[in-house]
């Protein structure tokens, strides 16, 4: 799953409330706003990938039973949702640059959402395998078509608002999520499935209908403007590339962290609520939850804590919030200490890798969202395997303080991130 890097809300423009914003490009006879069809139609594709993704995601235990799954070949059915994710991620990099953010965040979403119910009806686990390759490259190609776009809109904005489009896609997992937990008893996987994937298409169509009316710049005129022509030459030639290219890796380096931790905890944190806190089985739901909601509303909050702190700021204090709950929440054996451990991880996490994701697409344009989000979903893919090898060595409180430790090091590499200048290719 879909980061705007300034040294400080004096130095960026992008970070300060004073700043002059610039022509929001609508529709013509459009009055600029801060919240134009553009940015509410990408929202919505942000909030209908994360309902999709829930919509599975809670759904994984019928499909597992449907094609009599053991435990590790669940486990290598899921990577491929990962393995089609990030092989199609370049691609879809390449596509943005080549037809425009707002035609592929349209054809990925849509691919996702018809995708959705194909699971229901695999009854083996290589066929399960290669549906969620389908979806999984939907769902790559979603994540950097729709960073893209968002990359575009903060820029024309002038406002730190990419946190608002994660937000989106927070409020819609939790909708995905509750809603297919509420149709679990009385609708089959493969009805639930075919009706979130109604509801995806329905909102691609209009949201689509929206994003491409609004947004007739999405489509890329480098090519035949000389005064850009000039500008990258020049700065082919002044060995800016290489400089973007290695801000770039370091900003997919702070989503690999932070995805790390986002990873581990999804699969990892009820378990230790239970085994190590000896938390009930529905207080460590909850713990899950407060998670979840902690992260949403930092998100929500997202733009107005950016404009006030700075995104650079914002990331190395989320960082450094995120570590001391971790911390909290795996050696405080209380179930209060660690419920408030993993709220404060939530809020800690919220906003460092939409921040880190828009900070590339600024740098290096849509391949820097690629690059970026590639790695980002490296370090989701890795976090819960990592934990499992480290909670065998030394037990599982102990291996969940490496969640701490990656929570710093995205902090401290946001700040050395943040003191070199951003320039773009």
Not at 37 to 58: E, I, K, S
Not at 105 to 121: D, I, K, N
Not at 207 to 221: I, N, T
Not at 383 to 406: K, Y
Request: charged share 10%; hydrophobic share 55%; net charge positive.
């Amino acid at each position: 799953m879909p980061l705007l890097n300034k040294t400080d809300a004096r130095s960026s423009a992008a970070d300060s409330p004073a700043s002059a914003p610039r022509t929001i490009r609508t529709a013509p006879g459009s009055t600029p706003r801060t919240w134009s069809a553009a940015r509410l139609a990408l929202t919505a594709f942000f909030a209908v990938d994360g309902f999709l993704f829930a919509a599975w995601v809670v759904r994984i235990p019928d499909i597992r039973l449907q094609v009599h799954a053991s435990h590790s070949a669940l486990g290598l059915a899921l990577l491929c949702i990962s393995a089609g994710a990030v092989a199609t991620m370049a691609l879809a990099g390449r596509l943005v640059v080549r037809y425009g953010s707002g035609p592929v965040t349209v054809g990925s979403v849509a691919l996702v959402a018809l995708a959705v119910p194909l699971p229901a009806h695999t009854h083996s686990v290589a066929a399960l395998g290669g549906v969620l390759l389908i979806f999984g490259a939907g769902y790559g190609a979603a994540n950097v078509s729709m960073n893209s776009a968002a990359v575009e809109l903060v820029s024309e904005l002038r406002r730190p608002v990419m946190p608002s489009f994660h937000a989106g896609y927070s409020l819609g997992g939790l909708l995905g999520a509750a809603v297919g937990g509420l149709l679990a008893g009385t609708l089959s996987a493969a009805w639930a499935l075919a009706l979130g994937g109604a509801v995806g298409l329905l909102v691609t169509a209009a949201a689509g209908a929206v994003l491409l009316r609004s947004r007739p710049a999405a489509r890329p005129a480098v090519r035949t403007a000389p005064a850009a022509r000039t500008s990258r030459t020049a700065a082919k030639a002044s060995g800016t590339p290489r400089h973007a290219r290695l801000l770039v890796v370091l900003l997919g380096l702070t989503a690999l962290f932070t995805a790390y931790g986002e990873g581990a905890l999804a699969d990892w944190a009820t378990l230790h609520l239970t085994d190590d806190v000896h938390a009930s089985a529905g207080m460590a739901a909850a713990g899950y939850a407060a998670f979840a909601f902690a992260m949403t509303a930092g998100r929500v909050s997202g733009t107005w804590l950016s404009i006030r702190l700075g995104a650079t700021r914002l990331m190395l204090l989320g960082g450094l919030t995120a570590a001391t709950g971790m911390l909290i929440a795996a050696l405080v054996p209380s179930v209060p200490a660690a419920l408030g451990g993993f709220v404060l991880v939530g809020i800690g996490l919220a906003n460092i890798f939409p921040l880190a994701i828009g900070r590339a697409g600024e740098t290096g344009g849509p391949q820097g969202v690629a690059t970026a989000s590639a790695l980002g979903y490296a370090g989701m893919l890795i976090g819960p395997p990592v934990i499992g090898f480290l909670a065998d060595a030394v037990g599982l409180p102990l291996a969940l303080t490496s969640v701490a430790a990656a929570a710093g090091t995205a902090g401290v590499l946001a700040l050395v991130v943040g003191r070199r200048p951003s320039r773009t290719v």
